[in-house]
């Protein structure tokens, strides 16, 4: 029976099919009234998803919070209570969790500023360049190892809060500061 098992289990990883995931860390309970349960966020407030994030990407940014690199007062408080394999848990599980297809989310329009500065970036060879944001982030926003997260399927309004975080300096964490000389160069529109 526990080879039948372990067949039944390999065979649905390889088909891609998943398996159900580990029970979730206590602290998940709170993260799922703003991320919520499935963790895919919650557009209409402006809350992130984190399903599918890179677990190094997702530790780093609870550990800004906690450290005060990254300030928003709802994410210190509870960033302050974790440990170290607290966060480590959490990014497993938020990683873990399966994400829409971003594919299945409208287009933007391919001549709004917006998409052109994601897909192309604008200014290449000058002082004033922006990188395309898929150079970083992937193709079409989908994330890119460990430490780039997806971009796609993210709410506008918390994608346009951190550019201004950034802008602003309550999001500071990294030593390189790729994305606050990229967000310096950007005006409100």
């Keep these: 029976m526990k080879l039948m098992v372990g067949l039944l289990a390999c065979g649905a990883m390889v088909a891609g099919i998943g398996l159900a995931q580990a029970a979730p860390p206590k602290q998940v309970a709170q993260c799922a009234g703003c ?17 599918g994030q890179p677990t190094g990407h997702l530790e780093q940014q609870l550990y ?38 971003p594919a299945s989310l409208p287009a933007a329009p391919k001549d709004d ?3 052109r500065l994601a897909m192309h970036g604008v200014g290449a ?14 193709d079409g926003g989908r994330g890119q190892g460990p430490l780039f997260p997806r971009l796609a399927g993210q709410p506008a309004q918390y994608l346009e809060g951190q550019l ?9 964490e990294g030593k390189v500061h790729i994305m606050q000389d990229i967000a310096e160069k950007l005006s409100p529109k």
């Design 35 to 51: 991320h919520g349960q499935n963790g895919m966020g919650n557009p209409s407030a402006g809350f992130p998803a984190l399903a």
């Design 64 to 101: 800004a919070f906690k450290d005060g690199s990254r300030r928003t007062g709802i994410m210190k408080g509870f960033a302050n209570a974790l440990s170290a394999a607290d966060r480590k848990a959490i990014a497993d599980y938020y990683h873990g969790l399966p994400v829409v297809n």
């Design 113 to 115: 500023l917006g998409a």
């Design 125 to 138: 060879g000058t002082a004033k360049a922006i990188p395309a944001c898929d150079s970083c982030h992937g």
């Design 164 to 172: 201004t975080a950034w802008q602003n300096g309550s999001r500071n």
